[in-house]
């Protein structure tokens, strides 16, 4: 049903042009938006440059909350290949997500919600079924005012219900696309809704520098920026991407340009890792300006965040000073595209730091080892630990069983994710308990012996998006276990799923009379989530995704075990 107060609106609406529904109780400028486009290129780091400033403002006490929008037609990314798109990031309610709401989650040390995400795919949907009602009273639904007055109550309705001070939106790719003109426009309007004082736009730029001219070029820059003046809109700050620092020349150039003064046209050059961005912006004073433009009040508990900060802080310098290295080997079979991992990737790195080395990745496609044209040996050798990736479908799925014997067998680290928990399972039923026909119906649906096989609930859906077990959910963790002493010996514990197949019940006393644990399990039904082998140096595997609860500083247990156990292996 529609509010009273929305239908008021709409009503209105109806009389003149205008469409611009407030949640109800809505006060302008009881919360700030800051809006970070991309001009150029995209793949700037927009995610990572709206993280960095959203903890800089969490550290000054602020509350902030992201969102993303992605121009994509897609309801969400559940249904996104990986090797297109990169990684789906699940998010504790279950929206499988872009993997920039990771970047937040992982930066601002938050839960995100279905209201942190917003795509084209699910703004029409919720039109057209708003539509369907008769809620739009007979108006013809344009793309503005309706489309536009959609997104700002989306942004409206994430400030109310996350009673954020700052709102920091994301507009995925570059202006001047196609598919996210409207949410630069509804940008424009929420300015001109909200006033100046309230949003502040900060537009991601890039310096060129090709190597056959050894200097820095602002062209391509100069005619983003250009991009976004056209359409009304004037960045208050300019961040300009690039692998060198950005010289004071071209600065001076993008200022003369753009109608931003010199000292907010920061250079946003590489760094060793993302971690050390806010850092960066820091130094450019990108926080202390967004206050100051923002108008945002000093917030008393202030002195609280200082902990944080410390521990930040220490955990940033020890990035700087890591002399030494381990190597992991990633079996999968989407290596060529690293941002299928990301979250993987990161919670490596998170460990890593931690434990005072740099995690060096030795990536594995398994489809070779399958066909004979790359030895096991080869692939596995001067490694000091094994992921076995998680994964969908049957390509490259023997090549993983194949590793996993010689991992068993070698006994070298290893830590299985999802489908890496399922191979293994299959690998030990097959090798150890002799059932030799041991397999999962995904990879085979007529096998004899279904060691994996579909959940229960998963057998009557039809459809393939959104509908997976997906989501956080809670883990009993089985006491004298390995997995038990890593998670600080909590009996219950919550991890985040996405898949469609389990270890098949039938089999679990079979598996267990040979050796294996099943050492986290649902709390209520027979669906088993970590298994381990209690003889071996470091042999874990989960049905669920550890890196996405893997935060800077609070890394999780199960990679942070992991690294360890490499780092002792490469004592050997
Ligand atoms: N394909 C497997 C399943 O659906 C594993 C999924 C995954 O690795 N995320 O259960």
């Not at 939106?169 to 202006?175: A, Y």
């Not at 990035?319 to 290295?325: D, N, V």
Request: charged share 30%; hydrophobic share 35%.
């Amino acid at each position: 049903m529609v509010s009273d107060m929305l239908k008021k609106v709409v009503k209105k609406s109806i009389e003149n042009e205008f469409y611009s529904p407030f949640p109800e109780n809505y006060k302008k400028g009881q919360a700030k938006y800051i809006i970070v486009l991309g001009t150029v290129m995209s793949g700037l780091g927009k995610g990572i440059f709206s993280s960095s400033l959203g903890k800089l403002l969490q550290f000054k006490g602020f509350k902030v909350a992201p969102i993303k929008f992605d121009g994509y037609l897609n309801e969400d990314a559940g249904t996104l290949n990986p090797f297109r798109h990169g990684e789906v990031f699940v998010l504790d309610d279950g929206t499988e997500t872009d993997m920039d709401l990771g970047t937040y989650e992982r930066f601002l040390n938050l839960n995100l919600t279905e209201n942190n995400y917003l795509t084209n795919g699910k703004l029409f949907s919720e039109i057209l079924k708003k539509e369907r009602k008769g809620e739009y009273l007979g108006r013809d639904v344009q793309v503005i005012p309706h489309v536009t007055g959609e997104i700002k109550l989306f942004l409206r309705n994430l400030a109310m219900k996350t009673k954020a001070d700052v709102v920091i939106l994301e507009v995925g790719g570059t202006v001047g696309d196609l598919e996210n003109m409207f949410c630069i426009e509804a940008a424009r309007e929420l300015l001109y809704e909200e006033g100046k004082e309230n949003v502040s736009i900060i537009a991601l730029t890039y310096v060129l520098e090709p190597e056959f001219l050894g200097e820095q070029k602002s062209k391509a820059a100069q005619l983003g920026i250009k991009n976004i003046l056209s359409v009304g809109i004037q960045p208050d700050i300019i961040a300009c991407r690039c692998s060198n620092p950005v010289t004071n020349k071209i600065r001076e150039k993008i200022s003369v340009f753009s109608n931003v003064p010199l000292n907010k046209v920061i250079s946003l050059h590489d760094v060793q890792s993302i971690y050390l961005v806010p850092e960066i912006l820091k130094r450019a004073k990108v926080d202390e300006n967004i206050i100051k433009k923002l108008n945002l009040k000093r917030k008393n508990h202030f002195k609280e965040e200082q902990e944080e900060i410390k521990q930040w802080d220490a955990w940033t310098e020890k990035i700087q000073e890591i002399k030494k290295e381990i190597t992991i080997g990633m079996i999968g079979k989407y290596t060529a595209l690293r941002d299928s991992y990301a979250s993987i990737i990161k919670a490596l790195e998170h460990a890593g730091i931690s434990h005072n080395v740099k995690v060096k990745k030795k990536w594995i496609e398994t489809t070779y080892i399958e066909t004979g044209e790359k030895s096991i040996e080869n692939a596995l050798k001067d490694i000091d630990g094994v992921i076995v990736l998680p994964g969908f479908g049957k390509r490259g799925a023997e090549g993983k069983i194949k590793c996993l014997k010689y991992i068993r067998e070698n006994n070298i680290p290893f830590l299985g994710i999802c489908f890496g928990m399922q191979m293994a399972v299959i690998e030990f039923a097959r090798n150890v308990c002799k059932i030799k026909n041991a397999n999962s119906t995904e990879i085979n649906p007529e096998t004899k012996e279904p060691i994996i096989d579909i959940l229960p609930e998963q057998k009557k859906l039809e459809s393939l998006g959104g509908n997976m077990r997906l989501g956080g959910k809670k883990i009993e963790i089985k006491p004298g276990t390995r997995a038990f002493e890593l998670y600080g010996k909590k009996k219950i514990i919550r991890e985040r799923f996405r898949h469609r197949y389990e270890v098949n019940p039938k089999y679990i006393s079979t598996l267990e009379s040979k050796g294996m644990v099943f050492s986290g399990k649902h709390p209520k039904y027979p669906i088993m989530q970590i298994m381990e082998l209690p003889d071996k140096r470091f042999y874990i595997a989960c049905q669920f995704h550890p890196e996405f609860t893997s935060k800077p500083v609070i890394c999780n247990p199960l990679y942070l075990g992991f690294v360890n156990a490499a780092i002792e292996y490469k004592k050997r």
